[in-house]
Nanobody, 126 residues
Framework: QVQLVESGGGLVQAGGSLRLSCAASGGTFSTYHVAWFRQAPGKEREFVAAINWSAAFTTYADSVKGRFTISRDNAKITVYLQMNSLKPEDTAVYYC???????????????????WGQGTQVTVSS
């Protein structure tokens, strides 16, 4: 059983940056793909970015490509989401998720992930 705890959210002005962290415990973290999703009020949860177990492969939603970077440090059992050039439309609760790596590349569908954190709020003011 993997437990995930997100941190690093907050209030930032448009154009600013934040770095989210997802700290894991339990399980063998280095064998898990990890993804970030987000959910804005009144909207469905949407995929943001994912990284495979070895960090060899990453994938991003079109809306964040070139602005967000996902990375992981398996020694620290942590995954990061560096968010630059933030926009008001990035405002949402951001969730970290993980699943045992069944293939080489990470999935972008929420249903593929079994473990979820409680989320961290990111608010971008205009």
């Amino acid at each position: 059983q993997v437990q995930l705890v997100e941190s690093g959210g907050g209030l930032v002005q448009a154009g600013g940056s934040l770095r989210l962290s997802c700290a894991a415990s339990g399980g063998t973290f280095s064998t898990y793909h990890v993804a970030w999703f987000r959910q804005a009020p009144g909207k469905e949860r949407e995929f943001v970015a994912a990284i495979n177990w070895s960090a060899a492969f990453t994938t991003y939603a079109d809306s964040v490509k070139g602005r967000f970077t996902i990375s992981r440090d398996n020694a620290k059992i942590t995954v990061y989401l560096q968010m630059n050039s933030l926009k008001p439309e990035d405002t949402a609760v951001y969730y970290c998720s993980a699943d045992f790596a069944r293939g080489l590349r990470p999935a972008s569908l929420a249903g593929e992930y079994d473990y979820w954190g409680q989320g961290t709020q990111v608010t971008v003011s205009s």
